[in-house]
């Protein structure tokens, strides 16, 4: 069992930056492949980015490359998203989900394919 808290969520303004984090407790993160997902208001949640276990492939929905990235931090037991140039259309609750998995080169990009999930992170974009 795996534990995931994010933080990093807030207020900021269009074309800026922000920085979730997503600590993992219970279990190390190196065995898992990481996923983080969006919801905005009256929507459905979306896949955003994906990191292998190996941290050796990353996946990205089509309106956050190249702006956002997704990275961890091992021996933090963290997972990043940086997201810059942010935009209104980017204002959501962001999760982040692990897979455990013995599988170290695939990223996994559909809900049904995690296990654990966090409670989520508020970001707000103003225009």
């Known amino acids: 069992q795996v534990q995931l808290v994010e933080s990093g969520g807030g207020l900021v303004q269009a074309g800026g930056s922000l920085r979730l984090s997503c600590v993992a407790s219970?279990?190390?993160?190196?065995?898992?492949?990481m996923g983080w997902f969006r919801q905005a208001p009256g929507k459905e949640r979306e896949f955003v980015a994906a990191?292998?276990?190996?941290?050796?492939?990353?996946d990205y929905t089509d309106s956050v490359k190249g702006r956002f990235t997704i990275s961890r931090d091992n021996a933090k037991n963290t997972v990043y998203l940086q997201m810059n140039s942010v935009r209104p259309e980017d204002t959501a609750v962001y999760f982040c989900?692990?897979?455990?998995?013995?599988?170290?080169?695939?990223?996994?990009?559909?809900?049904?394919?995690?296990?654990?999930w966090g409670q989520g992170t508020r970001v707000t974009v103003s225009s």
């Open positions: 989900a692990a897979r455990n998995t013995t599988m170290i080169f695939p990223v996994f990009t559909t809900q049904r394919e995690y296990d654990y």
């Open positions: 219970g279990r190390t993160l190196s065995n898992y492949a």
């Open positions: 990191l292998s276990r190996s941290s050796g492939a990353t």
